[in-house]
């Protein structure tokens, strides 16, 4: 059972998540349709309540909105809206 599903939500049999394909998937937020781009991540470095400390393939660190992205069940990708990719400050 789902996290969703133990909350009452009916999930369709063929629910895509978005992580099936290399296509960007989208989702409903309050600003309406978003578009998110799969990131490769090497790992969380760290976590708050509200955000993820991301390392990514090329070593670089950006703080990342939990409220914003969706992160993979194994941890080795995030998706995060196309206006945030390219808006990143990075860290040290």
């Known amino acids: 059972m789902s996290f969703a599903e133990e909350f009452g ?8 998540d978005g992580y099936g394909g290399n296509k960007s998937s989208g989702y409903y937020s309050g600003r309406g349709s978003v578009t998110l781009e799969k990131c490769h991540i090497n790992s969380i470095e760290r976590t708050t309540a509200k955000a993820y400390l991301v390392k990514f393939k090329d070593n670089s660190k950006a703080w990342i909105p939990k409220s914003e992205s969706i992160l993979s069940n194994d941890s080795k990708i995030i998706s995060i809206p196309t206006w945030m990719l390219t808006n990143l400050k990075f860290v040290k």
């Open 9 to 16: 939500h009916d999930i369709p049999n063929d629910y895509d």
